[in-house]
């Protein structure tokens, strides 16, 4: 590919979450594509260092650091992209995740954890959304927004009800933006992980699971790597994808293809090396 073809060269683009995980590996490849990068994330110091590595490969990025599921915090870091850049051409809206929130039953939750899983998951990709549709109407840029929702959108998953119920959210949102958001000729997509290969997964699961959950995935048994999500967020937001708006792509190694319950490998469907 060439950036010609991607046409993201000399683009805005701002990624929510970007400081850690998906995020950051998605402010790597659009930087590495000539990319004008916003990183926006509440931790300055992990947004500061995306933007040094950014910079040190020749690219252009300016940090945001907000909390993106306060209004008055998202104008800001439309604001940062505004003085830095002009405006913003892609909205990339990652924030959200489980947050520790997770391994709790509905007949225990607490109303905060609810309200917290919502808000990183849903509140911030309202806001974005709706700050960033504006600033691209008004510039009277095509834009595209590019959400991450998961595969428990789809799936339920025991103990894990508040994101469950947010990404789910999430899914339905983008095909409702992108309908009410076509007739300005900006695109809605959103990309749908299942099990991540970051950081926070490798805290938060034994070794034991997360080779469980590898060995679930059809595709080569192994779990999305963050450039892997990346790859299909950079391909949504770019031209190739100029007529595609409203679609959930899930980049899950074909797990949503099978049935709910994670099949056994049988050694007659094993790939020959």
Not at 130 to 144: L, P
Request: aromatic residues 4%; hydrophobic residues 45%; proline residues 3%.
């Amino acid at each position: 590919m060439t950036n010609d073809v991607l046409g993201v060269k000399g683009k805005v683009v701002i990624i929510s979450g970007a400081g850690q995980g998906i995020g950051r590996a998605t402010a790597y490849l659009f930087g590495s594509q000539g990319s004008k990068v916003v990183v926006a994330d509440v931790l300055q110091d992990a947004a500061t260092s995306v933007v040094a590595s950014i910079r040190e490969g020749g690219g252009e990025a300016v940090s945001a650091v907000a909390d993106l599921t306060q209004k008055d915090q998202v104008a800001r870091a439309i604001d940062v992209a505004t003085e830095a850049y002009g405006g913003i051409d892609i909205c990339v809206n990652n924030m959200g995740g489980m947050g520790g929130l997770g391994g709790v039953s509905i007949l225990e939750m607490e109303r905060e954890s609810w309200d917290m899983s919502i808000a990183r998951n849903i509140h911030s990709t309202f806001f974005m959304t709706q700050a960033c549709a504006k600033s691209m109407i008004d510039r009277r840029v095509k834009g595209a927004i590019v959400n991450v929702a998961s595969m428990s959108g789809l799936r339920a998953s025991v103990l894990s009800a508040p994101y469950g119920a947010a990404k789910a959210g999430v899914m339905h949102f983008t095909q409702t933006a992108a309908i009410e958001l076509a007739p300005y000729g900006i695109r809605v997509n959103c990309v749908g992980p299942a099990s991540v290969n970051t950081e926070n997964a490798k805290k938060a699961q034994t070794p034991e699971r997360l080779k469980e959950m590898a060995d679930s995935i059809p595709l080569d048994r192994r779990l999305s790597e963050p450039e892997d999500i990346a790859r299909a967020i950079l391909m949504l937001a770019s031209d190739l994808a100029s007529f595609v708006t409203g679609q959930v792509v899930m980049c899950d190694g074909g797990l949503a293809a099978t049935s709910a319950r994670p099949q056994k490998r049988k050694e007659s469907f094993a790939p020959r090396r």
